[in-house]
């Protein structure tokens, strides 16, 4: 079955770049998602990308993928405390649409 | 609209007790996702739900659990009897029919088997 990996923590500083790293390998995935998740809710859908692409850029967000190396990032420019959060990637997989995620990057954004 | 909703949002149990989390989906959203997340790991999918029909329960650990979705509205899941690596955060998620939607998460339950 599909595995995703993800580095467990990140700190970074308030106005920084953040980058989220996320390798996978079931390269059948269609689409791959990034989540979001603060303390005491739900994941929040960030973002996501096609498969065919290579970059989408949505306001301060920019999810790169490399289908070769089977990698996605997942970078926050200009990062402010409220990104503080854990971050998870996912891919989805097969019929029915189950998310497959990885273990999570908590992100922390020091002032 | 209201969001997808579970209750309890905070279960304490004891090994061999009884606990049944609920989970309310968006209204008119045929599909219906059970995940668990183990302390720091990744969150797995559990089982999957079209209207009231069981369409993938593969991720289901043991037969300790039991998910329903009578009339295909709220669902249920329960577990009996709950073992210590039971205790995680539970989330439900609910989308519109097809499989690229996007699934709405809700708060998620968080259970600990003492």
């Known amino acids: 079955g599909e595995d995703v990996e993800q580095s467990l923590f990140l700190s970074v500083r308030e106005g920084d770049s953040s980058v989220i790293n996320c390798t996978y390998t079931?390269?059948?995935?269609?689409?791959l998602y990034w989540y979001k998740q603060e303390p005491g809710a739900g994941l929040q859908l960030l973002t996501y990308?096609?498969?065919?692409?290579d970059m989408k850029q949505d306001q301060r967000l920019t999810v790169l993928l490399n289908k070769k190396d089977k990698h996605l990032s997942l970078r926050i420019a200009d990062t402010q405390t409220g990104d503080s959060a854990i971050y998870f990637c996912?891919?989805?997989?097969?019929?029915?649409?189950?998310?497959?995620f990885g273990q999570g990057t908590e992100l922390s954004v020091k002032p | 609209e209201a969001g997808v909703t579970q209750f309890p949002s905070h279960s304490v149990i004891e090994k061999g007790q009884t606990v049944t989390l609920r989970c309310d989906p968006i209204s008119g959203h045929d599909n219906l996702y059970w995940y668990r997340r183990v302390m720091g790991k990744e969150i797995k999918f559990l089982l999957h739900f079209v209207k009231e029909s069981k369409q993938d329960e593969s991720g289901m650990p043991n037969n300790r659990f039991l998910a329903e979705r009578t009339g295909g509205t709220y669902s249920t899941l329960k577990v009996q009897p709950a073992e210590l690596e039971d205790s995680g955060v539970y989330f439900c998620a609910s989308s519109l029919g097809g499989a690229y939607n996007e699934q709405f998460f809700g708060p998620g339950t968080r259970l600990t088997v003492l």
């Open positions: 990308i096609f498969s065919n692409m």
């Open positions: 996912a891919g989805r997989s097969g019929q029915g649409g189950k998310l497959i």
């Open positions: 079931d390269s059948s995935s269609t689409y």
